[in-house]
C-alpha cells in the first residue's frame, strides 16, 4: 500500500520561512506528477505548485516567487520551501504522488 506522509508544518511569524517534506513509501520517478495543494478554514482544496517529468514546474500565482517545490528521489521526498509566509498562506498543506494523498500538514502564519 502506498502512504505519503507530510511534515514541516509550524506556526510561524509573517515573513518567516518553513520546509515542508513529504515522503513516499515506493520509489518515485521522474515521470511521475508529484504536488502540494493546501486548504483553509471554510475554503476548498487550491493547487499550489507541481512537478512532473522532474522540470514541468507549475506554480499558483498566489506563491510565484516565495515558493519552491523539489524532489529528492534518492529519498522518495518531494519538497515545498516556502518563504516570505503571508497570513493568507495559512492552511493544511497536502501532498499528492500519482493519485495518492497524505493526511496533511498544518501551516499557521500569524504574529
Known amino acids: 500500500q502506498v502512504r505519503v506522509v507530510e511534515s514541516g508544518g509550524d506556526l510561524v511569524q509573517p515573513g518567516g520561512s518553513l520546509r515542508l517534506s513529504c515522503v513516499v513509501n515506493i520509489r518515485i520517478f521522474k515521470f511521475y506528477e508529484m504536488a502540494w495543494y493546501r486548504q483553509a478554514p471554510g475554503k476548498e482544496r487550491e493547487f499550489v505548485a507541481g512537478?512532473?517529468?522532474?522540470?514541468?514546474?507549475k506554480y499558483a500565482d498566489s506563491v510565484k516567487g516565495r515558493f519552491t517545490i523539489s524532489t529528492d528521489f534518492d529519498k522518495n521526498t518531494v519538497f515545498l520551501e516556502m518563504n516570505n509566509l503571508k497570513p493568507e498562506d495559512t492552511g493544511v498543506y497536502y501532498c499528492?504522488?500519482?493519485?495518492?494523498w497524505g493526511q496533511g500538514t498544518q501551516v499557521t502564519v500569524s504574529s
Open positions: 499528492k504522488v500519482i493519485d495518492y
Open positions: 512537478i512532473k517529468s522532474g522540470q514541468i514546474i
